[in-house]
């Protein structure tokens, strides 16, 4: 499953109205489903399983208990106006059956989303693939339930009147380039054990406000 505070910065950012719209689209299946963001892959799943920076079609992944990836998905933020096609489908296939290793793989669509006739085929003869549908609306609704259910931060990380005064410079830093930012995926590297969790609810705090 997602870990916590990755789970509730993907609903804090789904509800964020400056994240673009399949990004949050992609948050949201990946709260559904209980997987990662490509992107947000550990780096020791990267490392051990060799796998490039570059996604070549996958969006999400599903780790077991060892990090190792299970499952893929592709999501496709696509109305009437425009089909999935083959290419889409044997791309993401290939690459995650083959580079990934995975099982099983998902592809999210919108309600009103059409697939190719060929596009089609491979969704019936491919083994492991299966199709789940949602909307922005449900996932934005969904992230708001989870944040209003999420437990209080711990008194000794929350600071009313001061939200980061107490966080160390360097997560200080992070916090307010992470607040200021307006990029598509905003990424931080820190030093194992350095504080990333408080970083995390220091967020969560501000946008609680």
């Known amino acids: 499953m997602v870990p916590l505070p990755q789970h509730l910065l993907y609903a804090t950012r789904i509800l964020r109205q400056d994240v673009p719209e399949h990004k949050r689209f992609e948050m949201g299946f990946a709260l559904q489903e209980g ?34 990836p299970i499952a893929t998905g592709q999501m496709k933020h696509y109305a009437e106006a425009s089909s999935v096609t083959y290419d889409h489908l044997t791309n993401f296939a290939w690459f995650s059956h083959f580079v990934v290793g995975a099982k099983e793989l998902l592809l999210g669509l919108l309600p009103e989303s059409r697939l190719t006739c060929h596009a089609q085929m491979v ?11 949602g909307t922005l609306e449900a996932f934005e609704a969904r992230a708001a339930e989870l944040l209003a259910a999420a437990p209080p931060a711990p008194e000794d990380l929350h600071h009313p009147g001061s939200a980061v005064a107490e966080l160390r410079r360097g997560q200080r830093e992070c916090f307010e380039a992470f607040c200021a930012s307006f990029k598509k995926v905003f990424r931080a590297q820190l030093p194992c054990g350095y504080g990333k969790s408080e970083i995390a609810v220091e967020l969560l705090n501000v946008y609680r406000r």
């Open 123 to 133: 969704v019936d003869r491919q083994p492991g693939l299966r199709i789940s549908h």
């Open 35 to 68: 997987m990662v963001l490509w992107e947000d892959l550990p780096p020791t799943t990267r490392f051990r399983h060799r796998l490039p920076r570059r996604d070549l079609g996958v969006d999400v992944v599903r780790l077991d208990a060892a990090s190792c």
